[in-house]
Structure formats: C-alpha cells, structure tokens
C-alpha cells in the first residue's frame, strides 16, 4: 500500500511538472486564484472550469499529495487534518496516528500548526512556481503578499447548494443540509484559527460571487473576463 501511494505521488508530481513546462511559455502573465467557497456552492467546478479556460493548473485535493511529498509525510496525515479547525487536526492523532504510519504517542507527533505550516510551504512554492488556481486552504491569506494572487470567495443560495449535494452524495436533503452546517461551520473554525479573518466575509475576498445570479457558466464566464481585464490593467 505504501508503496502504490508513494508510485501514486511520484507520478502526480511528473505530470505536473510536465505540465509546467508545457504552460510555462504561456502569452498570459502569471495569475494565480485563491478560491474559497461553501460547501456545496460549486466553488470546485467554478475553479475547474476557471483552470481549463485559462490553460493553467488546478489544486485542491492536488495540494495534500504534494504536500506530504515535499515533506515526507503520509498524505493520510493532511487528509485527516484537511481543512478542520485545530481541535479537528488534533484529532486526526488522537489515537496515536502516525506521521510515518506507525503507532506513537500523540505527543511526539507534528502540531497542527506545524501541518499548515508545511502546507502553506507547498502552496507558496507552487505560486511563485506557475500560473495556477487553488481551492480553499486560506490560500488567499497564506498568500496575501503575491502580487500575482486575486481572491475570490463563491457562495450560493442555501436551496442551491442542498440541490447539489443530494446529487453528488446521493443522499436526502435533510442529510445534505447536515452535511452543510456540517462543513461550513469546519471551515469557518479553520480559517479563523489561522487566518484572524471572518470565512465568508466579503471584506476577505477581493471578490465575492454569488454563483445563483448568473449560473456556473455564467459566473465562470464572468470571472474569466475580469481576470483578463485585471492583468491587462496591470500590465
């Protein structure tokens, strides 16, 4: 199993780097996106589509496997504390977890804030690496000072969002909105903790979009768009 997951990472890491040599003649200055989103919103597709229109690279779960490859850890280690609020990556060792995937006593495991710190590493050098979009992680605070960097925030109407989930997940819509509060109230507590800024507040962001006024292709649209206006202003 370790050594599939080891291969798994070996192999992400070329393709990206096969990628970035690909792109990296791009006519398009450097851009990269800081997504934020609730739960259920269609922030992941939004940046997926955002990535593909604008020919650059996209991370979400892709940032976990890098990641624990530049630091040597398991990738279970920040699937576990992804995105949870510190009580939430402690808990992710609560029962002697192991980095290294042994049993040893909590406290002689990495903190949690030494985890986002190797993290926020990774998301660092991927921005000043390429053009990229990157979802969630308080990715737009870890890179406040890239000038390079335009973040955003995506939310939705409550019935939307429910809609969505019930699709993905295959469940009821009770157990949807559960999985709402659920994952909103986590991310918020995250990005709190480590931010010392409100999840979700426009004053965050340097745009806040409600992706019920015009749909997903219209919003991805409509991002595209103020991207390419805002890097030619800049240039």
């Not at 199993?1 to 291969?7: D, G, N």
């Not at 995937?101 to 050098?125: H, W």
Request: charged fraction near 25%.
């Amino acid at each position: 199993m370790y050594l599939f997951t080891t291969l798994y990472l070996e192999i992400t890491l070329l393709y990206r780097e096969i990628i970035y040599l690909y792109k990296k003649n791009d006519t398009m200055d450097k851009i990269v996106l800081s997504i934020g989103r609730q739960f259920g919103s269609g922030g992941g597709e939004i940046g997926r589509r955002l990535a593909k229109e604008l020919n650059i690279s996209y991370y979400d779960k892709e940032l976990l496997a890098i990641a624990a490859q530049e630091s040597g850890l398991c990738p279970e280690v920040f699937e576990k504390a992804d995105e949870r609020e510190s009580t939430g990556l402690s808990y992710a060792f609560s029962s002697g977890f192991s980095p290294l995937g042994m049993y040893i006593p909590y406290d002689d495991i990495l903190s949690n804030e030494k985890l986002f710190l190797l993290q926020s590493e990774t998301i660092r050098n991927l921005a000043e690496k390429e053009s990229c979009v990157i979802i969630g992680r308080c990715s737009d605070y870890i890179l406040r000072d890239n000038p390079d960097c335009l973040s955003f925030f995506i939310h939705n109407t409550l019935d939307n969002r429910i809609k969505h989930i019930t699709e993905r997940e295959n469940v009821t819509e009770t157990r949807a909105k559960e999985l709402i509060v659920k994952a909103d109230k986590s991310r918020a507590a995250y990005y709190s903790y480590y931010t010392n800024k409100l999840w979700g507040v426009a004053s965050s962001y340097n745009f806040s979009v409600d992706v019920s006024v015009l749909g997903t292709e219209g919003t991805v649209s409509l991002l595209k768009d103020m991207i390419i206006n805002y890097k030619r202003k800049k240039a």
